[in-house]
């Protein structure tokens, strides 16, 4: 869609390095002149927040990481240091945790997105399987990074999902024990945690690269999902348009990120967590952190273990498929009534879900995640392949410009 | 696709029947603690200097018997704080007697008085927690950071509302504190409290009227000592939050004037797009 640059340096120098490595050509494709569909909404900003967000975890981490000892007997207490001794440790620690709910928060707006306007579909699966893939690189990493500070619910969960993998038939204990690096989880466990955790944010960052190189191959989808026909007529340039965008989203973000960290700190933290580990003594009521809690409830909805941890696994890696599960040509919930309506069901299901996952099971609650379990999956393995072929979809404009025109019916057309 | 939406609709009732039926139950076992006011909560609250000095006395003549408490002397002379001065600091270190980390030059452990760098020491009698577990049943927590890991459930929808600008809900582990410490409503059962989650709480009743003589005048009753102890206790656990909040004002302004002209910038730039 970029096509090869024309961009020419202005000055010597410039042009002299441009002719060995094009790199300002590169930047100038990519964040100048890259064509943006005009009929954008705000929904198209949370590319920009994620970079931001990824960017500020990696920061925070690395200080974080000058001062954390990732040792079982350490750990807790190297933490506390940081939140009282380190000059505004307190801080960085603070911008991580919450850093992380936001990062989730601003995926998860940013998947839904991506969903309710179709922008999984052709030409786009390979960007949104790599969006897939660093989700589920995401989830990893966090899951890695609540371990580390060796708190009571840090032990629980690390226990709790490690054991997932005893329920493998045949060699499940022998991989726990080789996950474990000995007989439970202790010291060895937490040594290679914050190794994996360190190490995983830079293959996001990897793969960050690849999802943005293969967006500014396909170009962006937009909310009336139709492609760019005439780049005079349906585009603008990324700077000054969308840049301006999303710089003031990002400052908006930034508010939300300033109060979480500076006002409710600990509003997102599980309490038991400033417990140090003890593996005598379990929370008595294990759960993860928000962002997983929906997978935590389909774990649990499901009475096999084996089976559960498919389904938990399933849960992610269905949404790599959808490409091919949804096949209407209609790109925009916005000109699909029935799509859209199972959407906002889609949505409740999983809030519904993330509810239950913060529960006590009781049975009745049990028995609602299975519902909400079989709707989850429901909504990707039925209703997307039926409404494929059964939904009468609204009629979609001719062009983005004729989208964008439609809407001001007050503006003459130059 | 109707029979899937009546099975839908018929979910979503029971879900909220059952989630209903739960936040009830909850309530006629175990009542919530009750939701007091701190100087520290709120967006502009602060820690109150005169209060911690009171909980810092409670702590000294009556948590510590049992109570480790693992942060240093230092501390207390910090700004935002219990705000003592560093010469009062300094003579309440020398008053306890420390355990030297490295032995002497004869191999030897030895004991010397506190500096303001130590930490307070265990409580005497109980060396470690194993021997408080002995005779207590279960080892008193170290109070360091006791606020913040002492929550109870909200419940939907009030967890909501609880991060919300001006509704937020930050001191929670305080009014756990507050009612544990009011909870011994049954006099011939000194280990049953009316909040303790189950009731039966390893720790018999610590303090009542008159245990602690205050110096400013305020009355010494359970109400005081307990609101002091737990405010003195949400500082120990976060001494720095009066620096987080200004901190976090001034960036919350500067955040509020910057969006507000990146938004007029933006609306300006995209004029000529329309």
Known sequence: MSGPSTYVPKSAIGRWFESRLPVMGLVHSSFIAYPVPRNLNYMWTFGAILSFMLIAQILTGIVLAMHYVPSATEAFQSINHIMRDVNYGWLVRYMHTNGATLFFLAVYIHMLRGIYYGSFKPPRELLWIIGVVIYFLMTATAFLGYVLPWGSMSFAGATVITNLTSAIPIVGTSVAHWLWGGYAVGGPTLNRFFSLHYLLPFVIAAFVGLHVWALHVVGQNNPDGVEVKNVERDTVAFTPYATIKDVFAVSIWFIIYVWLIFFIPNYLLDADNYNIANPLVTPSHVVPEWYLLPFYAILRAIPNKLVGVIALFSAIAVLAFIPWLDRNPVKSAKYRPAFRFFFWVFVVICVGLGWIGSQEPTDALTLIARFLTAGYFGFFLVIMPVLSFTERTKPIPASIADAVLAKKPAAAEA | MIRFKTALTSAAVAFALAGGFALAQETEEQPKPPRETWSFGGMFGTYDKAQLQRGFQVYKEVCSNCHPLTIPFRTLSQPGGTDFSEDQVKTLAATYQVTNPEPNDKGEIFKRPGTPADNFPRPEAYPNDQAAAATFGKAPPDMNLLAKARKYERGFPWFVFDALPGLQYQEMGADYIHAILTGYTKPDDPQWNLYYPGHKIAMPQPISDG????????????????????????????????????????????????????????????????
Do not use: C
């Open chain 2, 211 to 274: 245990s602690v003589a205050y110096k400013d005048g305020t009355p010494p009753t359970l109400q005081n000592y307990s609101k002091d102890i737990a405010a003195f206790l949400s500082w120990a656990a976060e001494p720095n939050l009066n620096e987080r909040k200004r901190i976090g004002l001034g960036a919350m302004i500067f955040l509020f004037v910057l969006a507000g002209l990146l938004y007029f910038t933006k609306k300006r730039v995209w004029e000529s797009a329309h």
